[in-house]
């Protein structure tokens, strides 16, 4: 009777772990205030439409940072509203809740900041998958044309030269609980047959 009754829990615990690691993770705890296009504008360092064409991580440069990682999109523009020049440009972005993370292949309508000398964007910026950038593009007009370049700058290349695979830290932590409550269900059951 008891045994079935610790049995009847840890497959319960085993469930809830396992219903933790397949439920939905996108949230957004990220609060901010929207600026309307032409303010962000006059606020944004950059502000273009372009496709990611490569998407690279790397650690974050600054003393704040940690350690933490950051994504490198590399993107091709296509149009610029203010201060691109170049064809291909570089905008970082952070994890978190108010990060904003780019897909290989897709367009986007993007608005930076500068920090410590480079392109930064979230998801407070109004950056926006390029499909839903309707108002933005009514707002602002025809951006100017960006003549295309054949490659990266050598600077800019260096960036990818050590690419760092990305992990996926909540899956991490799910399958090391689901292998704690393994190892500790074998334990129980281990200690019970030497009594």
């Known amino acids: 009777m008891r045994k079935a009754m610790v049995h009847k829990v840890l497959l319960s615990l085993l469930f809830f772990i396992v219903s933790l690691s397949i439920a939905p993770k996108m949230s957004f705890a990220c609060w ?9 504008l006059d606020r944004a360092e950059e502000v273009f ?36 020049e170049q064809s291909r440009t570089i905008v970082y972005s952070n994890g978190g809740s108010c990060g904003f993370m780019f897909e290989e292949g897709k367009s986007y309508m993007v608005y930076t900041y500068d920090k410590n000398g480079e392109s930064y964007t979230n998801f407070c910026n109004r950056t926006v998958e390029l499909s839903q950038a309707g108002e933005d593009i009514k707002a602002l007009g025809n951006g100017r044309e960006i003549e295309k370049q054949s490659r990266l700058e050598a600077a800019e290349a260096e960036t990818f030269g050590n690419k760092e695979q990305e992990y996926d830290t909540e899956l991490l932590v799910d399958l090391l609980s ?13 200690r019970r047959r030497k009594r």
């Open 49 to 84: 439409s372009g496709n990611v064409i490569e998407i690279g991580y790397e650690q974050e440069n600054s003393e704040a940072s940690m350690g933490t990682s950051r994504r490198a999109n590399v993107f091709e523009v296509d149009q610029a509203w203010k201060g691109v």
């Open 32 to 40: 901010c205030t929207k600026l309307d296009p032409k303010a962000e």
């Open 178 to 190: 689901v292998a704690a409550f393994a190892l500790t269900v074998w334990a129980v059951q281990r």
